[in-house]
């Protein structure tokens, strides 16, 4: 069963149902269950602690993350609190400097207040992270590639470094999912999802997964997601059960597009500078390429300060203006305004998430009329900087 590939098994790690046949996961709309016995309860008693529909969900993501135990809660940010909630006060945490914003805003704003420290590192280079590690510190947190620069982060050195220093190390694999990069394999002790991106993949729930391979780690983590309760309803399980089987179709789909404009906007006088993973001058290539099988269909890139960023998004037709990622629609972000509003403008700033930077989530429209609208767009930025010798 675990020679099949990925896109095999996001069809059918569900399997069909038992009972009936049903081709569907059963939603099972309970919140209690009905104990049969006075003395021995059965394996679901209350849906916080359990419900059959989010437990075919948890089985899924354990499984395509080479796991054992998986957890669905009720956004990306709910799994991320809850895995920052195995550290105790006194703790201290290694954080990458490019971490996604609401991340940045729990570790600054209420991890600290409970007495666990944080420091920010640049985890491109291994010398500043190995000289950033305290004695009590417990965790090393990464994303890779980073949002919105696409900075990468070797998961294996990371993990490496953190056993050595009896760490823990959790990595958010949101923009690559279990299809690009398995980051257990790699050494990883936790692997963190915002299932509202690419997992659903249909601008349509929010949601967060957790998947951990060590037992007592799994045992810990759900008891927490059990105790806080922040929980996935089983009706958005559901959902992304669905949107998980067609993951494979469409990743693929919008990472072959997002080469193809990635290129495009490289060679364009009008971009300052593009990031993405997956060309070869990239710093990173030599590391994801080992460490992931593909680029992804997010990148991000330059134009000359916020008007003609502004000028490019009021002129485009396709794209969504939008906070998210990993949509069926191109989905064009500012993150000074929006993944990264909650960072202040000196730490955006130093993190390269300067005004004129956009992110684009390339998605499922044809690439052929992404590339027309790109261009048509940036001719107008061209025309309003009155510089612009015409490129065709
Ligand atoms: C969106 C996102 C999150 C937060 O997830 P929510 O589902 O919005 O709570 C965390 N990490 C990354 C990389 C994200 O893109």
Same mark, same amino acid.
């Given at each position: 069963?675990?020679? !099949?590939? @990925?896109?095999? !098994? ?20 309970? &919140? ?28 899924? $993501? ?18 991320? &609190? ?15 400097? *490019? ?17 666990? *420290? ?34 990468? %982060? /070797? ?13 823990? %190390?959790?990595? /958010? ?7 690009? =990069? ?16 690419? @997992?659903?993949?249909?601008? *349509?729930? $929010? ?19 059990? %105790? ?6 089983? !009706?958005?399980?559901? %959902? ?16 072959? &597009? ?32 080992? =460490? ?46 929006? &993944? ?8 955006? /700033? ?17 690439? *052929? ?6 261009? =048509?767009?940036? !001719? ?13």
């Amino acid at each position: 069963m675990t020679t !099949q590939k @990925l896109e095999t !098994q996001f069809i059918h790690a569900t399997g069909v149902d038992r009972e009936t046949g049903a081709v569907n996961v059963p939603l099972y709309l309970s &919140s209690t269950y009905h104990q049969e016995s006075f003395d021995e309860f059965g394996p679901f008693d209350y849906s916080r602690s359990g419900n059959p529909t989010r437990l075919k969900l948890e089985e899924t $993501i354990a499984k395509l993350e080479n796991g054992t135990r998986g957890f669905a809660f009720s956004s990306g940010m709910a799994a991320i &609190s809850s895995a920052f909630m195995l550290l105790s006060a006194g703790d201290h945490v290694l954080v990458s400097k *490019d971490v996604y914003g609401g991340t940045y805003r729990f570790v600054t704003e209420v991890l600290n207040k409970f007495q666990i *420290d944080y420091t920010f590192v640049n985890m491109t280079d291994l010398s500043e992270m190995a000289e950033a590690i305290r004695p009590n510190t417990k965790v090393i947190y990464l994303e890779t590639p980073s949002n919105p620069v696409m900075n990468i %982060t /070797d998961i294996e050195i990371a993990a490496k470094l953190a056993k050595a220093n009896d760490c823990l %190390t959790f990595v /958010d694999n949101t923009f690559m999912t279990p299809l690009y =990069q398995n980051p257990l394999n790699l050494g990883a002790d936790l692997v963190l999802h915002s299932a509202t991106k690419f @997992l659903s993949g249909h601008s *349509d729930i $929010i949601a967060g997964l957790a998947v951990t391979k060590d037992a007592e780690l799994g045992t810990r983590l759900g008891f927490i997601q059990n %105790t806080f309760g922040s929980v996935l309803g089983a !009706q958005d399980a559901y %959902t992304l059960i669905q949107g998980i089987k067609t993951l494979g179709a469409r990743l693929k789909q919008s990472s072959a &597009s997002a080469r193809i404009i990635a290129d495009y906007l490289h060679s364009h006088p009008a971009i300052e500078e593009v990031y993405y993973p997956g060309f070869r001058f990239h710093p990173g290539y030599p590391i994801h390429e080992r =460490q992931a099988t593909g680029a992804g269909a997010v990148l991000s890139f330059r134009l000359a300060d916020k008007e003609a960023a502004r000028t490019f998004v009021e002129s485009l037709q396709i794209p969504l203006f939008a906070v998210s990622l990993g949509a069926v629609e191109s989905i064009l972000s500012y993150p000074a305004t929006m &993944s990264h509003a909650s960072m202040p403008k000196e730490e955006r /700033d130093k993190r390269g998430i300067t005004d004129g930077l956009l992110r684009l989530s390339v998605g499922l429209e044809h690439t *052929d009329d992404l590339l027309e609208d790109l261009e =048509q767009a940036l !001719q107008k930025v061209r025309q309003q900087t009155g510089n612009a010798p015409s490129l065709l």
